[in-house]
């Protein structure tokens, strides 16, 4: 029995250890392939695309070649999705670093929870990625490379957790068989007594309100009648001025 349970344990080993270079290399190419996307421009994004018609640019005059041109390159620049493309972007770049990250740790220190931690957050950070680049796979060929990338992230990120998984939900199943609930008795006493209490501050905290309001307002409203004032006293002699100089000048 001890050697059926070791030999579990080692090939659960040589599993983990398979899917963390597995898990290393795609962290590689995730950051290589958007890195590269995001520095040139969108060309891999639209490097299948169909080029306008050429005709049509022939036959224009050279102001209008000059606005195709410029309509051209935004369109290849500019995300039509609302900012949806350099999010995905720089998610999946951020999921392919984590796993980098963890894959490093895992292998060279054998650090499992760095690496659980890193795997979890790439599968967070990658399922915007895999949305955006599967609906978009339609307009841009070359989104299928994208969304491949980030499906195997996932992939092999939830099959490295596998075995620890398991282990967890029975650590936890156990641990809620110890648990001792209450009986409805019991229950109804304890949100009786919740219920009364939240009552209370609520009461307590309505009167504060009623007793501080009053004069808190009106304090709040002498300042600011007062500042108002001070600035129309000063136009109001600013102006009176200039006049009664003209009027001492045309006295004299």
Known sequence: MANVQEMKAQNAAKALRLFTILL???????????????VSGSKLLTLFDKAPAAAEATEATEATE?????????AQ?????????????????????????????????????VFQATCIAAII??????????????????ALIFALVALAII?????????RWQVYIKE?????????????????KATAVVLVFVLAFAVLIYVLDLIFYTPVKALLTESGTAATEQPAEEQTGDETAPAGENGTENNG
Request: charged share 10%; hydrophobic share 65%.
């Open 24 to 38: 290393l290399v795609v962290g590689v190419v995730a950051v290589a392939l958007t890195v590269f996307d995001m």
């Open 77 to 113: 620049t500019t995300d039509t999705n609302f900012g949806g493309m350099g999010v995905a972007r720089v998610m999946l770049l951020a999921s392919g670093v984590l796993l980098i990250i963890g894959a490093v740790v895992h292998l060279v220190k054998g650090n499992y929870r």
């Open 155 to 163: 992939v092999l990120a939830f099959l490295a957790m596998k075995w």
């Open 172 to 188: 936890m199943t156990g641990e809620v068989k110890k648990l001792t609930w209450l009986s409805v008795k019991e229950l109804v």
């Open 66 to 74: 000059a606005a195709a041109e410029t309509a051209a390159t935004a």
């Open 125 to 142: 950070f990658t399922l915007f990625p895999l949305i955006f680049f599967a609906v978009n796979i339609g307009a841009h060929l070359f």
